[in-house]
Structure formats: structure tokens, C-alpha cells
């Protein structure tokens, strides 16, 4: 399976990029996708997940300004983020916990990041 993740930038204080992360390959089932996001020095972190059943959850930092949603027919999944701040800056990450159909084994899968940079 390969994530691939695209719609990362460059985007001043105040406005909206979408990142997209979409899943190709063997036949699965999914048992939740997130985004994580890393910047310079820090910790990876997980900014929102998404479960199959369409849960939702979000870092107390991103509520209300991003939006994570999934595509089912596509297998893509989606984040909104709106109302970017310096702080957003970082690589974001697309991960997925899958269930291999062929195997019935659970995998996670990453994607290769992409940058956000917001400046001010």
C-alpha cells in the first residue's frame, strides 16, 4: 500500500491549504487515517484522525480551524485547514492504519510528508 500526500505550501498568516492523502495498492479495510505534523526540534504529533466509521479527533490546537474528512470511493483523505498561524509550520505526515484483506493483518502505513510553511 503507498500513500501518497500532496497539497502542501507556502500560504500566509490567515489563509487555507488542503493536503490530501491518497491510498492505493492492495485490497484493505481501514481502521482509521490521521495526519501527524512534525516542525524543527520537536515531536511528531498528531493533529487529527479519522476513524473507519468516520470518527472524528483533533488536537486541542487545530480545533475549530482544521478539518479532517475522507473520501471513501477515492481513498483519499482530506485536511481543511483554515486560519494557519506561524505555528502550523511544519512537515505533515499522512499515516494509516490498515487491514490487509489478503492476509487479514493489521499494517500502518506513512506517507512521505509534505510542508506547510505559513509565514507572517
Known amino acids: 500500500v503507498q500513500l501518497v500526500e500532496s497539497g502542501g505550501g507556502l500560504v500566509q498568516a490567515g489563509g487555507s491549504l488542503r493536503l490530501s492523502c491518497a491510498a492505493s495498492?492492495?485490497?484493505?479495510?481501514?481502521?482509521?487515517m490521521g495526519w501527524y505534523r512534525q516542525a524543527p526540534g520537536k515531536q511528531r504529533e498528531l493533529v487529527a484522525a479519522?476513524?473507519?466509521?468516520?470518527?472524528?479527533n483533533y488536537a486541542d490546537s487545530v480545533k475549530g480551524r482544521f478539518t479532517i474528512s475522507r473520501d471513501n470511493a477515492k481513498n483519499t483523505m482530506y485536511l481543511q485547514m483554515n486560519s494557519l498561524t506561524p505555528e502550523d509550520t511544519a512537515v505533515y505526515f499522512c499515516?494509516?492504519?490498515?487491514?490487509?484483506?489478503?492476509?487479514?493483518?493489521?499494517?500502518?502505513?506513512w506517507g512521505q510528508g509534505t510542508q506547510v510553511t505559513v509565514s507572517s
Open positions: 499515516n494509516a492504519k490498515l487491514i490487509i484483506i489478503a492476509t487479514i493483518t493489521p499494517h500502518d502505513y
Open positions: 495498492g492492495s485490497t484493505f479495510s481501514i481502521m482509521a
Open positions: 479519522i476513524t473507519g466509521g468516520g470518527s472524528t
